[in-house]
């Protein structure tokens, strides 16, 4: 509205050309705001050279110019012999100034009657020659016989019809008419004839009775809503004259004021209409306030379409979509299509999964060797590998020579050409094959603070002692270590010949070794076991003798292996039993005080010597003799009853009381060899000999034998 003027009336926006009051409105858009009968304001159209006012429902200028009111329904009503009673044609003149139409594509005509024709008319034609007075003439015709025929929601002639009306109609005042007579027709009393809008109004059949007017006046009675269209018309709206978009922008009242308008011919009778222009909205007809403003289709999704892969660039009048980074063209499709995106994306994590796996385990690789005292270690000149290189030198651990307690053993290669042993440790032991006393006797097993074993230096301490001792020619030789891994893996020479067990008792080969062979190896071994319980700092007792962890080089030199593997296990687990030995070597005196001492290595050599001379395991199952014999027990019982073990040493040994001075020098140093492992499993250990002794003796046994060997 202008500066000044009401900008509403009874909750109805006034927007210019409309306005309440002089000077307010353009020519022929003047609003009157009156007082309803309860005081409440109403908004109706002025002038009118009539006495009706005509209520106005709504006022708009865009998108399309239409004013919604409410005009009265035009009427006849008859008596019972078929007179009229009273009639009204509906004819308001709401439009002196004629700048309002009824809109022919909102609006429809309906008749109600049961004998009726009405129509209405529009544009007066001025010629007097001319066929009609009027260029339009609308309406339909609708009958009914008696009250039966009409129905609710049918208007098609019976009771009630309807018709669309033509553009440029300007009036609703109605024609009525008939064909036969109205007398007795009381179910039927009044015709009735209306303009409406589409969609407000479905036939009653009640109503052909029910709005029988009264003495109220026509516009306080039966009204209906409608849409006028509006448009700038000069002259009251003539046809002739009235100025259309060619003309108008050059007419000093041009409508379309504001900045960005246009201006558009109306489609409903003569003038022209004002619109904003494409990308503006506001009031078209005024130059500032309200006027036509840039409308910011950015703001709201549905207003533009920009695709997903592009920015919304809002513009004066417009906007533009700009495409995304790595996008282009119309639909701002990516540069690189998403399945290759996604492919690369996929590789590149991939990629970077791998390399911090790979990074994590080098920097927890690094963190164990530091922790193991890898540094230490290489600077006392021991040998370190890395799991890689371990990898390397096993070929990827593809040769497997057996397995203990510890772990498993594969055979390898190091860079000089040298067979190496490498011995992995495992975390969980799984052995059905073997009774171990940790499977008779259940350890406590506590896994030692990794920071404990660090603070302490257990592991270092171990290896660096395995290393020195390890050069004693009858220990198996440490070569290196790997610290990368909780328990570390320890590299060893390889010894050739596999163990004195698979010799003694293997089932493929025959055993071979003859007496001072055998002889060697008793010599050899205890030597080993001697070295370890002589050291002055460190007594060591190996905890698990037996012919499996001696091995034999290709000369057959006894090599004793696995003496520290158990002290490794004992210091990552902290065992309470820090040895772990085979049951059939193992002294009876530890089980009672589960104390492990140098005599418990004295009682598991005796065993071996006993096994080395008998070639009987150190029990074994007899199905004629009640069951299980052990070794021990029996040789013992059989030295007892016969003063010698003859009835249990290998046959293929050669000896025997009789003549041949070799036999006889071959049983006696059996039988001294037989004394020595007796004394060795006697009950008292202060009655065992030390492991000096035992090579002391064993030697002895040497001289004898030799003497006839030669
Ligand atoms: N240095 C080595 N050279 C050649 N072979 C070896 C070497 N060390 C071990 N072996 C082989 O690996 C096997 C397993 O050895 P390991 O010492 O781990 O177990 P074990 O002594 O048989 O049992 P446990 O350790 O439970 O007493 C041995 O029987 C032997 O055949």
New binding site residues.
């Given amino acids: 509205a202008i500066p000044g003027c009401l900008t509403q009336c009874g909750g109805v926006e006034i927007p210019y050309p409309f306005g309440v009051g002089t000077n307010c409105s353009r020519k022929g858009f003047r609003i009157k705001c009156i007082n309803g009968s309860a005081g409440e304001e109403i908004p109706v159209l002025l002038p009118t050279t009539r006495y009706q006012n005509i209520r106005v429902l709504n006022l708009s200028v865009s998108p399309l110019p239409e004013a919604r009111v409410l005009l009265p329904v035009a009427w006849q009503c008859f008596n019972a012999t078929g007179g009229v009673t009273g009639i009204y044609s509906g004819d308001v003149d709401f439009n002196p100034e004629g700048v309002y139409r009824i809109s022919n594509t909102q609006n429809e005509l309906f008749v109600l009657g049961c004998d009726t024709y009405a129509f209405t008319k529009g544009v007066r034609v001025h010629n007097v020659n001319a066929r009609f007075p009027y260029r339009y003439f609308t309406g339909c015709i609708t009958v009914s016989v008696d009250d039966k025929d009409p129905r609710d929601g049918a208007c098609a002639g019976l009771g009630c019809c309807r018709v669309d009306i033509p553009p440029g109609i300007t009036d609703t005042s109605m024609t009525f008419s008939s064909t036969w007579t109205r007398a007795n027709q009381t179910f039927c009393p009044c015709d009735y004839a209306f303009i409406v809008e589409k969609g407000n109004y479905t036939f009653k059949a009640s109503d052909l009775v029910s709005h029988t007017p009264d003495n109220r006046l026509p516009l306080d009675w039966w009204t209906m809503p409608l849409r006028l269209d509006w448009a700038i018309r000069d002259n009251n709206g003539d046809s002739m004259t009235s100025i259309s978009c060619a003309q108008a922008p050059n007419e000093p009242d041009y409508g379309c004021r504001s900045k960005h308008s246009e201006c558009t011919n109306s489609t409903n009778g003569p003038g022209y209409f004002c619109k904003c222009a494409h990308g503006y909205d506001g009031n078209p007809y005024v130059q500032s306030d309200g006027e036509c403003t840039n409308i910011n289709e950015c703001q709201d999704p549905k207003s533009h379409n920009c695709s997903s892969g592009s920015k919304c660039i809002d513009t004066d009048g417009g906007y533009y979509c700009q495409c995304n980074f790595f996008r282009r063209g119309q639909q701002c499709d990516p540069l690189i299509p998403m399945a290759a995106v996604a492919l690369l994306t996929t590789f590149a994590a991939v990629v970077l999964g791998c390399v911090a796996i790979v990074l994590l385990q080098t920097l927890n690789n690094r963190k164990r060797f530091n922790r193991n005292g890898g540094k230490l270690l290489n600077a006392q000149g021991i040998t370190t590998y890395t799991k890689r290189e371990l990898k390397k030198i096993t070929n990827g651990y593809s040769k497997r020579?057996?397995?203990?307690?510890?772990?498993n053993?594969y055979e390898g290669t190091i860079v000089d050409g040298r067979k190496v042993?490498v011995?992995c440790p495992l975390r969980t032991r799984v052995s059905s094959h073997r009774c171990h006393w940790k499977n008779l006797i259940r350890p406590r097993r506590v896994p030692l603070p990794q920071q404990r074993v660090e603070e302490d230096g257990s592991f270092m301490n171990e290896i660096r002692f395995q290393f020195e001792v390890s050069r004693h020619k009858n220990l198996?030789q440490l070569l290196g270590c790997c610290l990368e891994t909780d328990i570390p893996i320890l590299v060893?020479?390889?010894?050739a010949n596999?163990?004195l067990e698979?010799i003694l008792h293997s089932a493929k080969k025959p055993c071979t070794l003859s007496l001072p062979e055998r002889l060697d190896i008793a010599i050899g071994s205890a030597e080993a076991i001697a070295y370890m319980h002589s050291l002055d700092n460190q007594k060591r007792v190996h905890g698990?003798i037996k012919p499996?962890?001696i091995?034999l080089d290709d000369d057959l030199n006894p090599k004793v292996?696995?003496f520290g593997?158990s002290k490794l296990l004992a210091i990552h687990s902290y065992y309470v039993r820090a040895v772990a030995a085979?049951i059939g070597y193992m002294d009876p005196l530890y089980m009672k005080t589960e104390h492990f001492t140098l005599e418990c290595d004295v009682y598991s050599f005796g065993v071996v010597l006993l096994e080395l001379i008998t070639r009987r395991r150190a029990s074994w199952y007899e199905q004629d003799h009640q069951g299980n014999k052990i070794l021990p027990i029996e040789f013992v019982k059989c030295f007892k009853d016969h003063g010698s073990g003859c009835a249990m040493y290998d046959s293929r040994l050669d000896f025997s009381a009789g003549e041949d001075a070799q036999s006889r020098c071959n049983k006696r140093c059996l039988d001294m060899i037989g004394m020595l492992a007796v004394r060795c499993l006697k009950e008292d250990k202060r009655e065992r000999p030390t492991m000096a002794e035992v090579v002391e003796e064993l030697k002895r046994v040497k001289v004898l034998l030799l003497g006839t060997h030669i």
Avoid: I
Wanted: no cysteine; aromatic share 12%.
């Fill in positions: 020579l057996g397995g203990g307690h510890f772990g053993v042993a011995k198996v060893f020479e390889f010894v596999g163990s698979d698990d499996s962890n091995l292996s696995d593997s085979d």
